[in-house]
């Protein structure tokens, strides 16, 4: 079994983290049967960005690392609170180990920059929030990171993204770096999302 760490930030949006728990939830019971997610947080109650309140199964000081296969981070907003989780040394020191480790990290949306506050991505391709409104690619450049134009950017085993709209093709790209690209297909078409269309 794969098990894939969900790490939740206070003010993490529920949507960006639903999608990791929802894929690879398909694949548990649909797909090849492999992964399975564990939602932990930095405490035992956490407010989503627009106050869902959610329970985490685990703390992170509940949890060995080691027994973990990859690890899963949904962005969320600085007024709800976000960055003071996902800036802190416990959020660094999960990041750190997995990256030391060599093991598949996917972020979506503003959650690179706590990959970059890690300073993982110091020389290394990256992206995050990517609206013209919005100052976050400053930021991840300020981290170190080579900010790319584009909605998703895998560089080595790291998957960063560009906004919430990205958030089901970087859960189908966690997959099938866990499984196969041919399993993936098999659960994306399963939930809906077949490239092949019907007459």
Same mark, same amino acid.
């Not at 790319?148 to 970087?170: C, H, K, M, R, Y």
């Given at each position: 079994?794969?098990?894939?760490?969900?790490?939740?930030a206070?003010?993490?949006?529920?949507?960006?983290?639903?999608? #990791? $728990?929802?894929? !690879?939830?398909?694949?548990?019971?649909?797909?090849?049967?492999? *992964? &399975?997610?564990?939602?932990?947080?930095?405490?035992?109650?956490? /407010?989503?960005?627009?106050?869902f $309140?959610?329970?985490?199964?685990?703390?992170?000081?509940?949890?060995?690392? @080691?027994? #973990?296969? =990859?690890? =899963?981070?949904?962005?969320?907003?600085? &007024?709800?609170?976000?960055?003071?989780?996902?800036?802190?040394?416990? #959020?660094?020191?999960v990041?750190q180990?997995?990256?030391?480790?060599?093991?598949?990290?996917?972020?979506?949306?503003?959650?690179? !920059?706590? !990959?970059?506050?890690?300073?993982?991505?110091?020389? +290394?391709?990256?992206?995050?929030?990517?609206?013209? $409104?919005?100052?976050?690619?400053?930021?991840?450049?300020?981290?170190?990171?080579?900010?790319?134009?584009?909605?998703?950017v895998?560089?080595?085993?790291?998957? *960063?993204s560009?906004?919430?709209g $990205? =958030? #089901? @093709?970087?859960?189908?790209?966690?997959?099938?770096?866990l499984?196969?690209?041919?399993? *993936?297909?098999?659960?994306?078409? !399963?939930?809906?999302?077949? /490239?092949? +269309? /019907?007459?």
């Amino acid at each position: 079994m794969k098990k894939v760490l969900l790490l939740l930030a206070d003010g993490f949006e529920a949507v960006e983290a639903s999608v #990791f $728990t929802d894929v !690879l939830g398909w694949n548990k019971w649909e797909g090849d049967g492999s *992964t &399975e997610v564990v939602t932990v947080g930095l405490r035992n109650k956490l /407010t989503c960005t627009w106050n869902f $309140t959610i329970i985490p199964e685990k703390t992170i000081n509940e949890i060995q690392l @080691d027994e #973990f296969d =990859a690890l =899963a981070i949904p962005g969320g907003f600085e &007024e709800a609170g976000f960055y003071k989780d996902a800036y802190s040394q416990e #959020f660094s020191n999960v990041i750190q180990h997995f990256y030391t480790k060599q093991k598949p990290i996917a972020s979506i949306c503003v959650a690179s !920059l706590a !990959l970059g506050k890690s300073g993982i991505l110091t020389g +290394k391709r990256a992206t995050t929030y990517n609206h013209p $409104t919005s100052k976050r690619k400053e930021q991840l450049k300020n981290f170190g990171a080579v900010v790319q134009n584009e909605l998703i950017v895998q560089e080595g085993n790291i998957i *960063t993204s560009s906004n919430p709209g $990205t =958030a #089901f @093709d970087v859960a189908f790209l966690l997959l099938e770096k866990l499984t196969s690209k041919e399993n *993936t297909e098999h659960v994306k078409e !399963l939930m809906g999302f077949s /490239t092949t +269309k /019907t007459k």
